[in-house]
């Protein structure tokens, strides 16, 4: 099925740890970004990308890393993770009909 | 950063019920989505609206854009089961393909079916 795919679905991590939150989309779309949800603040935006070898900082950056080598793929990485960043956090992709959201990875830091 | 108001923040209704909720903003948008989450997966977009004034219907659902650009609301009529989720509000300054991409996202309103 075509869409946004987002790996791992769940994940704990302790203070201090890193990771890498994968995203991959099969839609062709130049832009994708990543988002974090957390209660009563809707989404935010993190990073995002227009396209291949450009990212740029949303409105939540600190404590993140993003790369775009391919136009599929846009994972997302915490380099230190903290407790702030227990969060739900969404990949999507931005076509011809809007936007597409991948299922989301729920993340919590201990 | 920037959210958009949203309310109310949460609805109990009984099933049938028509449902009203409505999205303001401190600036302009060019572009108006409505979108629906269900539990343990991604917004899925309901409605678009690209026009000032324009009033646009999905089926049960219906959404308009403000004169102003400022505000948005939503309406469900005749609640079913399925219609259980957080709603949220979201705001582009580019329309269509074009422009800034970048949504600004309601804080959601929780819709709950009372028995």
């Known amino acids: 099925n075509a869409g946004v795919t987002q790996t791992p679905k769940f994940q704990v991590l302790k203070t201090g740890q890193s990771m890498t939150l994968q995203c991959a989309q099969d839609m062709n779309h130049e832009y994708m970004s990543w988002y974090r949800q957390d209660p009563g603040m809707g989404l935010r935006l993190i990073h995002y990308s227009v396209g291949a070898g450009i990212t740029d900082q949303g409105e939540v950056p600190n404590g993140y890393n993003v790369s775009r080598s391919t136009t599929e793929d846009f994972p997302l990485r915490l380099l230190s993770a903290a407790p702030s960043q227990t969060s739900v956090y969404f990949c999507?992709?931005?076509?011809?009909?809007?936007?597409?959201f991948g299922s989301g990875t729920r993340l919590t830091v201990v | 950063g920037q959210q958009l108001n949203q309310s109310p923040q949460s609805m109990f209704i009984q099933e049938g019920e028509d449902v009203s909720m409505n999205c303001t903003s401190s600036?302009?948008?060019?572009?108006w989505l409505w979108y629906k989450q269900d539990p343990g997966e991604g917004p899925v977009l309901l409605i678009a609206?690209?026009?000032?004034?324009e009033l646009t219907s999905n089926g049960r659902l219906t959404a308009q854009f403000g004169i102003t650009r400022k505000d948005s609301f939503l309406n469900i009529s005749a609640s079913i089961p399925s219609d259980v989720g957080i709603y949220f509000c979201?705001?582009?300054?580019?329309?269509?393909?074009?422009?800034?991409?970048?949504?600004?996202f309601g804080t959601g309103t929780r819709l709950t079916i009372i028995p």
């Open positions: 979201a705001g582009q300054l580019g329309i269509s393909n074009f422009g800034n991409e970048k949504l600004t």
């Open positions: 600036s302009i948008f060019n572009t």
């Open positions: 999507a992709s931005y076509g011809n009909y809007g936007y597409t």
């Open positions: 609206l690209y026009k000032a004034g």
